[in-house]
């Protein structure tokens, strides 16, 4: 992992005074970052104004032609440019690099706290890329550095110097860092805006889910009070039709004794009676109206008793029993 070596802080202003002594060059350096710090661009939310005020600057501070800016996927296999400020114009044009095309230079950004190549193109650290990419572009020298969010490379800085040799400064590499710390700064707020972002949504979302357990509490505490009032209504029906039950089962109870008791005590005596005359030496054709009578009155009898039976075991009766149980006992009638 690259160990940052700190200056102050550091940015914008006119290139003479890149190539100033030393002293002179930190203190311009120091002035460009703290204007860079102050400028209203740093606290808007927009990244890509960001990066071009970034890569502008530095373009300017040190008289480089091309500053780009480059993201790190989480597994360290490619880089992805996200930025690039050329002097004949700027460009956000994404491109990519991989980890197996280029193994030198990505080891030395994950473990170099810059990357300082005076000649690129035979630098060990850069001329991976000489054939492809510098060459063509007529690039000499490079100065790249990592960005650094908790002691982790997500990306890199990158100063690339064209037409001829740039024999880098330590401040000017120092000034680099530095900017690469903004950046992890600029990453790390966009990262918390889009973390409220998201957390304002899921709010709102859950605003939304309360609102409608709400109104479905109130819609089920208006069913629970229908469905009480549908109760009590069937609660008080059944109340009266128990009440009603009660009431024809205390007149049939009334109808079992009247039945087993009143009216066959005095069929009983009939019964009585009937069989008393019938050892009375009568006429023939007397005798035979007594036979008769006594018949019916035993079938009476046995009706009566019949009937009671039933009401006396709580079995409900209907004329259809009843016609039954005639039909049973007096099958002439």
């Known amino acids: 992992m690259p160990k940052r070596v700190f200056l102050s802080q550091m940015v914008n202003a006119v290139p003479e005074y890149a190539h100033q002594p030393s002293p002179h060059r ?18 808007q939310s927009d990244v890509q104004k960001i990066y071009e005020l970034i890569c ?13 800016i480059w993201t790190l996927d989480k597994s360290g296999q490619t880089l992805t440019r996200r930025f690039l400020y050329k002097e004949d114009g700027m460009t956000d044009e994404i491109i990519e690099i991989k980890v197996n095309d280029y193994p030198a230079y990505f080891k030395a950004i994950c473990e170099k706290p810059y990357v300082k190549a005076v000649d690129a193109n035979t630098h060990p650290d850069t001329c991976e890329f000489s054939e492809t990419y510098l060459k063509p572009l007529k690039i000499y020298s490079m100065l ?8 982790q490379v997500t990306g890199v800085i990158c100063f690339e110097h064209q037409h001829q040799i740039r024999n880098w400064q330590p401040e000017d590499a120092l000034f680099v860092q530095s900017l690469a710390d903004l950046l992890a700064l600029v990453h790390q707020n966009n990262r918390i805006l889009q973390l409220l972002k998201e957390i304002r949504s899921q709010n709102h979302q859950l605003s939304e889910k309360n609102r409608e357990i709400a109104s ?3 819609q089920l505490s208006l069913m629970n009070q229908q469905l009480a009032q549908t109760n009590e209504g069937l609660e008080e029906a059944v109340r009266q039709r128990t009440a009603e039950l009660e009431k024809q089962n205390r007149q049939l109870t009334e109808y079992a004794f009247i039945n087993s008791h009143l009216l066959r ?14 050892l009375e030496d009568l006429p023939v054709r007397d005798k035979q109206l007594v036979e008769a009578l006594f018949t019916s009155a035993n079938e009476l009898d046995t009706l009566v008793r019949n009937i009671s039976e039933m009401l006396y075991s709580g079995n409900p009766i209907s004329r259809e029993d009843v016609k039954r149980i005639i039909e049973r006992n007096l099958p002439d009638q």
Not at 26 to 32: G, H
Not at 265 to 278: D, E, K, M, S, Y
């Open 216 to 218: 479905l509490n109130e």
């Open 56 to 68: 502008r600057t530095a373009s300017r501070t040190l008289d480089i032609s091309r500053v780009s």
């Open 265 to 278: 005590a005095p069929l009983a005596r009939v019964l009585g009676l009937l069989q008393l005359i019938q």
């Open 26 to 43: 930190l203190t311009f350096f120091y002035k460009t970052l703290i204007d860079l710090h102050r400028s209203p661009v740093m606290f």
């Open 144 to 151: 790249d550095c990592p960005i650094l969010i908790n002691n």
